[in-house]
């Protein structure tokens, strides 16, 4: 298992490096000139050439990549040469924000989800198995965004049950705040995960150990809950480690259309006004983030499965 | 295979009840709305980025900047440009070079650096043109030499030449900002994003980045009592999600959307009202004089006249602006009553012109930044303009690579839009020679125009400076290198329990804003 574990989390430090050169080149490939559009139309020459120089603009690409991954060793991402601030400072402030919003929505569409998929496997080809597979494909098929609209519209300006914008301050005031974009973000995820939870439990409640389970005479609940489920949830694991990209991808509109701050907000932001630091700081997190969860994932699954230890 | 489920111990009544009580709490309003509870909400379109006005970045720095320091003036609220005193007692122009200012006697910094002196002014306009600073703010300044300090709360500013945006944007806007000379010297020269000493009559409290903004009243203002306990600013970029925050009375004020104006105009939620007014943006269309293609003055004419600025303004703007005749805007000297093209197309006159062109079969691409506004805009010109047979490639472009076309030498077409400040000579800036290809994209070249902005803007004569602009436009038009289209509008709702106080372009000066 310690191999195991060791060999996991080596191949996402070399993941994090290619994304992050990737990224570094990218973001200087697109056109624009950072210091013009970071500066404004009135700044003089002399001005441009500080920033210039300040950023390190004046390097080749290889010597300012080479640059950054040194400072990246060091544990240091750079300053926002604009505002003064410390990247670090700049992205970890907005990180939380983003990270309450994903693990609410995961939160709440796999508890939603594996219980819709339970119970339409336990009810096979019912009626209750037909309206589940209705809603589920309904919930994949409503894009996030539009969810997001028609839920501020109902639940915030008509209803006003909900806030429409920003994130509240406090535990609840914070958790009120997250009920929509949440809702909005998670709601597919409801959907998918019911199918995947159903499609595998059918499955495994076929094989010959829930055959002896029955046997030994165990309740259908112990059998489901203990013995079904834990082999079913496997690929929900999987699929929720690999989702966490999605997710971080769907937070920068909800962030936008909620007003929240956030990762994908700053990371827009950032992009439009070319301000080099700050991209790569948010990029360089939430490839992290996917790539640390997608090894906690296989490592869950792992431990679940010993048969994904030794790759058979 | 069956699966058996135990049945929850819920009866009926039970239900019932549970279902009876959880309806009656959903149709309680359950989130705080804007209350009259001494705070007002309010959308700035981005978020703070410094409280140092030496790096400030516009209007949204600006916006909380001008709530808590103090100017010598400030700008008026209401629908005409004006300034009114603010830590100035007395100021007046002792010659075309030389103004005079006495300060307030009660006005003092937060955090013990104590009553604002001459020397804070001297210092908080000296270190804008110092070249150590490095402040993008530093051309608002012009001419300015350097402030002579006379007595305690007296001083004379002195000009290198006579500077008449000195009175419109350099003392009343962003540059006009007086900072605490021994907070700031203590910091190190250079403030950051939280406040080093404030005086105005609300202080910065509280900011958290990309969430809000607080300030509260200053307990130690002597001034005119301030009418909120404390003043929320949220920033929100997106126009939509603002109008969803007022119509969910969650926010007091927000600038709206052009293609929201006629929802609001109908009913504005909440009791809440519209206020339309004018901006001082200007959009248009610009033609590179520098391209091959684009030599021939009968063929810039012939577009000039091809383009219908009332289909666009219907198409892109839902009607909710009006066509400009320029680059300077109504309410402000060198407006222009007329352009010398008319709004409307003429068809007829453009295919004379393009056939006295000689040029057949042309074939151009057009510049647009990818926002909707522009690219129906561009959409509307490329029908129009193939109505003379020349043919429009449509080239969308991201902000970013956008605003870096000012090298960009196979530019053709362009279609621009600039913000602008309260003086004719913020507009003329960018389109004189020494802007060729930096923020010209036109490569607009004119030794009179050149003249003309820089005799205009040391003239002191309204009158004179009005004549002034108005021809340096009609030099613009003329070259044919450019078709004017709007000055856009600022459309404004606000609740029914505050009394906005905006500039007559419809920015806030939250220190005038008032409860209904």
């Known amino acids: 298992m310690l191999q195991f574990t060791l060999k996991r989390f080596a191949l996402a430090a070399l993941i994090l490096v290619v994304a992050v050169t990737v990224m570094f080149l990218m973001i200087r490939a697109v056109p624009g000139d950072p210091v013009s559009i970071m500066l404004g139309p009135r700044a003089t020459p002399e001005l441009k050439a500080r920033l210039i120089s300040e950023m390190g603009l004046d390097r080749s690409i290889p010597e300012q990549l080479m640059l950054y991954f040194g400072g990246l060793l060091r544990g240091d991402l750079g300053v926002d040469v604009f505002s003064g601030r410390e990247v670090t400072t700049i992205v970890f402030e907005q990180l939380p924000h983003t990270l309450r919003l994903i693990f609410s929505a995961i939160l709440w569409s796999a508890v939603l989800g594996i219980g819709l998929g339970c119970y339409a496997a336990a009810h096979p080809n019912t009626w209750i198995d037909r309206v589940a597979a209705t809603l589920s494909v309904s919930f994949i098929a409503a894009p996030a965004f539009v969810v997001a609209l028609l839920s501020l519209l109902l639940f915030a300006v008509h209803l006003q049950w909900f806030p429409a914008i920003g994130v509240g301050d406090g535990f609840w005031d914070t958790a009120w705040h997250l009920v929509l974009p949440s809702f909005a973000i998670g709601l597919s995820w409801v959907g998918y995960i019911a199918r995947l939870v159903r499609a595998s439990m059918l499955e495994v409640m076929g094989e010959s150990h829930i055959r002896t389970a029955r046997a030994f005479g165990l309740s259908e609940r112990r059998i489901i809950g203990i013995y079904a489920l834990r082999i079913a949830i496997l690929p929900v694991v999987t699929v929720i480690g690999v989702g966490m990209g999605f997710l971080l991808s769907s937070a920068v509109f909800t962030e936008i259309v909620f007003a929240r701050p956030g990762l994908g907000k700053l990371v827009i932001d950032s992009i439009t006004t070319r301000n080099y630091p700050i991209v790569m700081g948010a990029v360089l997190v939430s490839t992290a983030l996917f790539v640390i969860s997608t090894a906690i994932a296989d490592l869950i699954n792992a431990i679940l499965d010993p048969r994904a230890r030794s790759g058979t | ?516």
Not at chain 2, 166 to 191: C, D, F, M, Q
Not at chain 2, 478 to 488: D, K, M, P, Q, V
């Open chain 2, 1 to 516: 295979m069956r699966l058996e489920w135990k049945k929850a111990p819920v009866g009926r009544r039970s239900f019932l009840k549970g279902a009876t009580a959880l309806g009656a709490a959903s149709m309680l309003p359950m989130r705080a709305m804007a209350q009259d509870d001494g705070v007002l909400r309010i959308r700035n379109y981005g978020d703070l980025s410094t409280m140092d006005p030496a790096h400030s970045v516009g209007v949204v720095d600006e916006t909380i900047h001008a709530s808590v320091y103090n100017k010598l003036i400030q700008y008026t609220p209401g629908t005409e440009w004006g300034w009114q005193m603010d830590a100035a007692a007395m100021i007046e122009q002792g010659d075309a070079t030389h103004i005079n200012f006495a300060l307030r006697d009660d006005i003092g910094f937060t955090n013990g650096h104590g009553a604002m002196t001459a020397e804070d002014v001297k210092f908080s306009f000296e270190r804008i043109i110092a070249d150590a600073t490095g402040s993008p703010n530093k051309p608002d300044m012009g001419p300015l030499s350097h402030v002579e300090v006379t007595g305690e709360r007296e001083g004379t500013i002195v000009l290198k030449d006579p500077f008449a945006p000195l009175w419109t944007i350099a003392l009343p806007y962003i540059t006009g900002n007086i900072v605490s000379k021994a907070a700031t010297e203590a910091a190190g020269g250079r403030i950051g994003i939280d406040p080093v000493a404030e005086s105005g009559p609300y202080l910065r409290t509280s900011w958290v980045a990309k969430e809000k903004t607080v300030l509260t009243r200053n307990p130690d203002w002597k001034g005119e009592a301030p009418a909120w306990d404390s003043i929320e600013i949220l920033p929100i970029d997106d126009e939509s999600t603002a109008e969803i925050a007022f119509d969910s009375d969650e926010i007091d004020l927000t600038r709206v959307s052009l293609g929201s104006v006629e929802r609001y105009r109908a009913d504005v939620p909440n009791g809440g009202t519209l206020v339309e007014n004018p901006s001082l943006f200007y959009v248009w269309l610009g033609m590179n004089l520098d391209h091959p293609k684009l030599q021939n003055q009968k063929l810039r004419q012939a577009i000039q006249y091809a383009i219908d600025v009332p289909s666009i303004l219907q198409a892109a703007y839902f009607g909710a602006v009006e066509p400009s005749t320029g680059i300077i805007a109504p309410g402000l000297a060198g407006n222009r009553p007329a352009s010398l093209v008319p709004a409307a197309a003429d068809f007829a006159k453009a295919a004379e012109l393009l056939a006295e062109s000689g040029e057949t079969n042309v074939s151009l691409t057009l510049d647009v930044l990818n926002k909707t506004e522009f690219t129906t805009t561009a959409q509307v010109i490329q029908a129009t303009l193939a109505q003379i047979g020349i043919t429009l490639e449509i080239n969308l472009l991201e902000s970013g690579a956008f605003w870096s076309s000012g090298d960009n030498e196979d530019l053709q077409l362009v279609l621009n839009r600039f913000s602008m400040a309260p003086d004719p000579s913020y507009a003329t800036a960018w389109f004189t020679t020494e802007q060729a290809g930096i923020w010209n994209w036109e490569r607009f070249r004119n030794d009179e125009f050149d003249q003309l902005h820089a005799a205009a803007s040391a003239e002191t004569d309204v009158a004179k400076r009005d004549e002034m602009y108005r021809r340096a436009q009609d030099l613009m038009e003329e070259s044919g290198a450019y078709r004017f289209i709007t000055h856009e509008a600022t459309p404004v709702v606000h609740s029914s329990r505050i009394t906005p106080a905006l500039r007559p372009d419809g920015l806030p000066l939250l220190r005038y804003f008032g409860k209904a």
